[in-house]
């Protein structure tokens, strides 16, 4: 779907909709079409991971036969593909031109964009270098992130030219992931945790309703071999993400790991019409730490895949920011478990957020608190506590 001169952007935008002669230009042919780098040729040790096949939810026992296959992915690894997910190859790929277009505009035009790091509000563009890594070498990671499309953040952000005159594409797009991925995952976490309401999470997580979902692209900028050698030839240190789960599409270029139960870590490979999945900390909070929030990192690619830039497209998924994070009581698997909360007062998504974005966005507060903890913990919001991994 390309914007006609018969549209007018409107939603999430604050900036006037675009004159028709201004929006060619950002006509997908006249756009720098996205190619998928190939596949390294190494031979890397890569993870063993279930895939679900979502076309498979609605038929006879189809529900049931997916739940069987996530009870071990979901409490003992964290990470998982789905396919057949209701978006096609197409409508993919123009998202990532959409992203490599976006991240090749003057840098002057992104900053107008810019994220309020102080506020911890992430929505908008992160520029890459705002981390160090090692000495004389910082992050060459940089996003963008566009909040839901409600009401909630209508008008709220601005968005390049570029950005705002597909920004109703982009709207179905992240729309299609809630619908067809997280809110199907959601019923599947419910069957495994034995919930008498299939419905019980789905209802924290209503589309309609305020909360802090987002959609990303992503960038990690290729580095020359002395700037691999000089960062200890990593992209990011071992973390958890924040939210309910997290969506990836594939990404020829390896570097995502994760950290398995024997302490060993494994790469994720691109399989063929998947998303990645994995859990994130909201789901173990309300879990009391049953479904597993993955450690994962991403390192440097393997040499024959040092000279690409590595493009990626996410979707971050989260309950409603008024949800208290404390273990579901009508769960017979958490009570058998003898789950306890993971904090020790009541805590609110919205704080939650707001107390580990503010970590992940100043990564100068962040060390203080490191260096003044010194058991490689810092305390994030209600005595839970974050943890560094190598």
């Given amino acids: 779907m390309s914007v006609t001169q018969s549209q007018t952007i409107t939603s999430a935008s604050r900036d006037a909709p675009l004159p028709a002669q201004n929006l060619r230009q950002y006509e997908f042919e006249n756009l720098v079409p996205y190619v998928h780098p190939p596949e390294t040729k190494e031979d890397l040790p890569w993870s063993e991971l279930v895939t679900l096949d979502l076309s498979d939810f609605d038929r006879p026992g189809g529900k049931e036969r997916l739940a069987k296959q996530l009870e071990h992915a979901v409490h003992h690894v964290g990470f998982f593909y789905v396919k057949n997910y209701g978006l096609t190859q197409e409508q993919v790929d123009r998202q990532f031109t959409l992203a490599k277009n976006f991240f090749a505009l003057p840098v002057e035009e992104k900053a107008l964009s810019e994220v309020d790091y102080g506020n911890a509000d992430y929505n908008g563009w992160r520029r890459s270098g705002r981390r160090q890594l090692q000495q004389n070498v910082k992050d060459n990671i940089e996003m963008y992130n566009f909040a839901k499309f409600t009401k909630d953040f209508e008008g709220k952000y601005r968005h390049p030219d570029l950005i705002k005159s597909h920004l109703p594409e982009i709207e179905v797009f992240a729309k299609a992931l809630h619908s067809n991925v997280i809110l199907p995952l959601l019923r599947l976490f419910a069957i495994v945790l034995k919930l008498p309401d299939e419905e019980y999470l789905v209802k924290q997580h209503t589309y309609e309703k305020r909360s802090e979902d987002h959609f990303r692209y992503m960038i990690y900028h290729q580095r020359t071999p002395e700037e691999h050698e000089a960062s200890g030839y990593g992209q990011t240190t071992g973390h958890t993400d924040l939210g309910t789960v997290t969506l990836l599409f594939r990404q020829p270029v390896a570097g995502l790991q994760i950290l398995g139960e024997d302490g060993k870590w494994t790469y994720v490979s691109a399989q063929p019409g998947t998303i990645t999945v994995n859990l994130a900390d909201t789901v173990s909070h309300i879990t009391g730490g049953y479904l597993k929030s993955s450690v994962h990192r991403v390192v440097a690619p393997p040499t024959d895949q040092w000279d690409y830039d590595r493009t990626g497209l996410l979707y971050f998924a989260r309950p409603h920011s008024d949800t208290?994070?404390?273990?579901?009581?009508?769960?017979?698997?958490?009570?058998?478990?003898?789950?306890?909360?993971?904090?020790?007062?009541?805590?609110?998504?919205?704080?939650?957020?707001?107390?580990?974005?503010?970590?992940q966005l100043n990564p100068e507060i962040t060390a203080k608190k490191y260096a003044e903890s010194g058991d490689g913990t810092v305390e994030v919001i209600g005595g839970f506590r974050d943890r560094k991994y190598a």
Avoid at 337 to 348: E, L, M, N, Q, W
Wanted: proline content about 8%; overall charge positive.
């Fill in 324 to 359: 208290i994070l404390v273990p579901i009581e009508d769960s017979p698997v958490l009570k058998e478990a003898g789950v306890k909360s993971r904090f020790d007062k009541p805590i609110s998504m919205g704080e939650w957020v707001k107390a580990k974005q503010t970590l």
